[in-house]
């Protein structure tokens, strides 16, 4: 199977920069969102991203145009996922969301169609099932920001074919990312599950009271070498998110260890969710920065 046209499903913080890596890796791409504002948000951040992109030379302006032309943007699930050869759902981190979501797309892709989700904790087997092809479901996760970070976790499940999960590693390198095969699902595959084991010792050493935040973050960069904090990752990547995943796992196990600690439920309930609400666990100002 040949992968020429590609789907994204969903334009928020990783969709839109998903379908930029199809368009820059020369496959025919469309972004899909149900919110227009979503979709015209996303093609100009692209744009801003694309153009610093050029100014810096890691990309000319030829090459810039010519992704451009390639990447589509439509409200209409039909239009993005009708003639597809392979999608990528990036919809929000809810189980409940994405299989509806996976039934809608087995009804309208071909047959053929891979049908790959970016959940960076729910593994494919628990929505391949609302699916006529559970064989053409796998994981393709990206990391955030996804025209930044150099890595895929392509994970296959045990109804995954072999034929599916080596199309789906042969995409993400036509992206320009690394990608890493795993054999064997489990919630949160093998970078997060690191991950969040250092958030949730931090979180632990936070709220009994042992170390500021600050303090966590600047110990962690320093003398762990992170070039993030586990304060500062959660900003950037979304307390809400965060919040999801945890919920997410805990649903799964049943430990009340995973359920989402008071202080990441506290941030939520008062939309203080990061950088994209300009405050978190710090606060910024319009461009990003920390403010003082």
Known sequence: MRVNKLAV???????????MLGALGGYSTVLQDLNEEALEKAKGTLEGIMDKWVKKGKISEGDKNEAFNRLTFTPSLEEAAGNADFVIEAVVEKLDVKREVFQQLDNIAPPQTILAT???????SLIADVTERPDRVCNMHFFFPALVMDCVEVVKGDHTSEETAQIAMEVSEQMNRTAVLLHKEISGFIANRILFAIQKEAMSLYENGYADFKDIDTITKKALSHPLGPFELLDLSGIDVGYYVMQQQYNETGNPLDQPPKTIVDKVEAGELGRKTGKGFYEYSENGRVRS
């Open 9 to 19: 499903i969903g334009a928020g913080s990783m969709g839109h920069q998903i379908a």
């Open 118 to 124: 970016n959940s960076s904790t729910i593994v494919s």
